[in-house]
């Protein structure tokens, strides 16, 4: 049995998540990549590179006549866009972890600073599908509460209802049966 900081970074390079000690730790690899992507993906998305990538399709364009829009010159621009985009997920993703990240920390931080929130929140993205929707269950009846409540500006927690996760099976059933009465009605 692997333990939380284990498997948390599977050996490969990945994001672990923000709740362990392992998000800390340095890997040479990982820092290289995590820049090299950000350049790549800051660069692709500039005007240059798109003005680069009309060009030529353009330029592929306009050679067409010239090879008789045979099927080597359709494979050319099918092939190039094709590992061009394969490649580029990659990179994205690697971004998008990393501002993932950094979004995560930064809420986590403005949730342990303030009073009135619940430092239960921290980390909650690594609750199941399931619990999310319960506790996103949870902040629709508030919006309905204030909605209702007029004008007074009232603070409310998820600590009133406690997380989805501190219910007993049994308990989590009978909530999840409750709610599906009251939608049905």
């Not at 269950?137 to 600590?159: C, M, N, P, Q, W």
């Amino acid at each position: 049995m692997s333990t939380p900081s284990e498997a948390a970074d599977d050996g490969l390079g990945s994001m672990p998540t923000t709740n362990t000690p392992v998000y800390a730790n340095r890997s040479a690899l990982l820092t290289a990549f995590d820049r090299f992507a950000s350049r790549v993906t800051r660069w692709a998305g500039s005007p240059l590179a798109f003005a680069l990538a009309l060009a030529s399709v353009v330029v592929w364009a306009a050679l067409g006549h010239f090879f008789g829009y045979s099927e080597n010159w359709q494979l050319v621009i099918n092939t190039g866009t094709t590992i061009v985009t394969f490649l580029m997920v990659f990179m994205i993703q690697q971004s998008q972890n990393k501002d993932s990240v950094a979004l995560h920390l930064k809420l986590n931080e403005l949730l342990a600073a303030t009073k009135q929130a619940s430092n239960r929140m921290i980390g909650i993205e690594d609750l199941d599908e399931q619990d999310l929707r319960e506790v996103a269950e949870f902040y629709v009846r508030l919006a309905a509460r204030a909605k209702s409540g007029g004008k007074g500006k009232e603070t409310h927690s998820i600590d009133e209802e406690g997380m989805p996760t501190d219910r007993k099976p049994e308990a989590a059933q009978a909530h999840v049966a409750t709610a599906q009465r009251a939608s049905a009605a």
